[in-house]
């Protein structure tokens, strides 16, 4: 499954500490393909997806009973978070869903509208502490007249202005569709 690039802006949003101290994390998506069909529209929410741990599988290489603790730490840790709405599981995976921080809506839309340069301060330094190590990362939320010109010629073209230096997000592969899941399965 190919990351979103909401796995990348809007996961920050939910979880404060890196995906890496989650096992099993799959992907971050937005909307609701069979409710509203458009990311654009106001659908405030967030679906964080994990591939379900089986119990039965040894490749995790320990006791049957640690995957159980923590496959229910996961569950009541996420759960905790404030802007948790509910939980549900779709085949083999389990899908938790949010709504965005109110103090972090704007974000929210600026990056549906991938105006990821626009983000607010305090959110480019959350999303910076989660990704400490990326530079690529650093120069999408604040892109140098260097990074414009170095992409400018990679594209062959002018670019106008203050441009993004990143694309905007396709609502086709951001939205969550239970049918995304359902063909994982077959």
């Given at each position: 499954?190919?990351?979103?690039?909401?796995?990348?802006?809007?996961?920050?949003?939910?979880?404060?500490?890196?995906v890496?101290?989650?096992s099993?994390?799959?992907?971050?998506?937005?909307?609701?393909?069979?409710?509203?069909?458009?990311?654009?529209?106001?659908?405030?929410?967030?679906?964080?997806?994990?591939?379900?741990?089986n119990?039965?599988?040894?490749?995790?290489?320990?006791?049957?009973?640690?995957?159980?603790?923590?496959?229910?730490?996961?569950?009541?840790?996420?759960?905790?978070?404030?802007?948790?709405?509910?939980?549900?599981?779709?085949?083999?995976?389990?899908?938790?869903?949010?709504?965005?921080?109110?103090?972090?809506?704007?974000?929210?839309?600026?990056?549906?509208?991938?105006?990821?340069?626009?983000?607010?301060?305090?959110?480019?330094?959350?999303v910076?502490?989660?990704?400490?190590?990326?530079?690529?990362?650093?120069?999408?939320?604040?892109?140098?007249?260097?990074?414009?010109?170095k992409?400018?010629?990679?594209?062959?073209?002018?670019?106008?202005?203050?441009?993004?230096?990143?694309?905007?997000?396709?609502?086709?592969?951001?939205?969550?569709?239970?049918?995304?899941?359902?063909?994982?399965?077959?």
């Open positions: 499954m190919v990351k979103t690039k909401a796995a990348v802006f809007i996961l920050p949003m939910i979880i404060g500490v890196p890496k101290y989650f099993g994390f799959a992907n971050v998506f937005i909307g609701d393909s069979f409710s509203y069909g458009n990311i654009l529209e106001d659908t405030e929410r967030i679906f964080l997806v994990f591939k379900n741990i119990i039965e599988d040894n490749y995790y290489n320990c006791p049957k009973t640690d995957l159980i603790i923590e496959n229910s730490d996961r569950i009541r840790r996420l759960k905790a978070i404030p802007q948790y709405i509910n939980i549900q599981t779709i085949g083999s995976y389990t899908v938790f869903l949010f709504k965005p921080a109110d103090r972090l809506l704007k974000d929210y839309n600026r990056f549906k509208e991938g105006k990821y340069s626009e983000l607010s301060g305090r959110y480019k330094t959350i910076k502490k989660h990704y400490p190590s990326s530079s690529r990362l650093k120069s999408i939320i604040n892109p140098t007249d260097e990074d414009r010109a992409l400018a010629k990679e594209l062959e073209s002018e670019l106008k202005g203050n441009c993004e230096i990143f694309s905007p997000p396709y609502y086709l592969e951001e939205e969550f569709s239970y049918a995304k899941f359902l063909e994982l399965e077959i």
